[in-house]
């Protein structure tokens, strides 16, 4: 008999399949991968860039390290100081306490100084004949208080509170001025015979008087009075006394 011929065969078709296989594997890996391979430079630089960062933040780093170990004693200085200042806080409060006290009794002095500046101004003048005599007062402002302009209803003069409080017609007799918050300047005071009552002797008329205010009392001038004038006019003539009042309050009669 005829023996066959035997063919030997190296790879099966089994192994060119496993082949294959593997082949379109490692093809599809590659195609994955291919877009990272371009990108090997931008990664190296970009960790390049953050090593460079993280150099210079452990600089920085250890630069705030040093400032704060400088820093230490002060922060240490300010804490104490802290501190203490909340222990005084107590005592810084009773401290602006007192000077709000102190303040309201500043305001109290000022004004017991003010009020020790105003001064007031009693006149009184006084006869003892039969007769009718009169006493005008003029003040800094020119205004003339007398019998006939009174001001006792602040209606003569309403920028005063200054009065003539009791006029007397016959003698014996006194007449009283009154200002309880004189003002400084000049005062002028006249004497003035009226009038002689009906059946009066027409003599002369001795006339005085005497000036209170707050630092004392002084006498007025005494006239003889012997001409009558009934027109009530005094300025025309020259003044029994003159009160000169000072800003302070004090008052000294010329």
């Known amino acids: 008999m005829r023996r066959p011929n035997r063919t030997i065969e190296i790879f099966s078709l089994s192994a060119l399949d496993l082949f294959a296989s593997a082949?379109?594997?490692?093809?599809?890996?590659?195609?994955?991968l291919f877009p990272y391979y371009q990108r090997h430079a931008t990664v190296r630089n970009e960790r390049e860039r953050l090593t460079e960062t993280l150099r210079q933040l452990e600089t920085e780093h250890g630069r705030l390290a040093e400032l704060a170990g400088r820093l230490r004693p002060e922060v240490e200085t300010l804490r104490r100081q802290a501190d203490a200042l909340?222990?005084?806080?107590p005592r810084a409060q009773e401290a602006l306490e007192l000077?709000?006290?102190?303040?309201?009794?500043?305001?109290?002095?000022?004004?017991?100084?003010?009020?020790?500046?105003?001064?007031?101004?009693?006149?009184r003048i006084g006869w003892q004949v039969n007769a009718d005599i009169d006493l005008h007062?003029?003040?800094?402002?020119?205004?003339?208080?007398?019998?006939t302009r009174h001001n006792r209803n602040r209606?003569?003069?309403?920028?005063?509170?200054?009065?003539?409080?009791?006029?007397?017609?016959r003698?014996?007799?006194?007449?009283?001025?009154?200002?309880?918050?004189?003002?400084?300047?000049?005062?002028?005071i006249f004497y003035n015979l009226?009038?002689?009552?009906?059946?009066?002797?027409?003599?002369?008329?001795?006339?005085?008087?005497?000036?209170?205010?707050?630092?004392?009392r002084q006498n007025l001038p005494v006239r003889t009075l012997?001409?009558?004038?009934?027109?009530?006019?005094?300025?025309?003539?020259?003044?029994?006394?003159?009160?000169?009042?000072a800003p302070d309050g004090t008052i000294r009669v010329q």
């Open 171 to 188: 003698g014996p007799g006194v007449e009283v001025y009154l200002d309880p918050q004189v003002k400084p300047g000049t005062y002028k």
């Open 99 to 123: 000077e709000r006290r102190n303040a309201e009794l500043r305001r109290v002095i000022a004004g017991m100084e003010a009020r020790q500046r105003v001064s007031f101004l009693i006149l």
């Open 23 to 32: 082949m379109g594997a490692f093809v599809v890996v590659a195609a994955l």
């Open 226 to 245: 012997s001409s009558v004038n009934a027109s009530g006019r005094v300025q025309d003539g020259p003044p029994v006394a003159v009160l000169v009042v």
């Open 194 to 216: 009226y009038a002689y009552p009906l059946g009066a002797a027409r003599v002369p008329v001795e006339v005085g008087g005497i000036a209170i205010f707050r630092n004392g």
């Open 137 to 147: 007062v003029v003040d800094p402002d020119g205004n003339e208080i007398n019998f």
């Open 86 to 89: 909340a222990r005084l806080a």
């Open 155 to 169: 209606r003569h003069f309403p920028g005063t509170q200054a009065e003539l409080t009791f006029d007397r017609q």
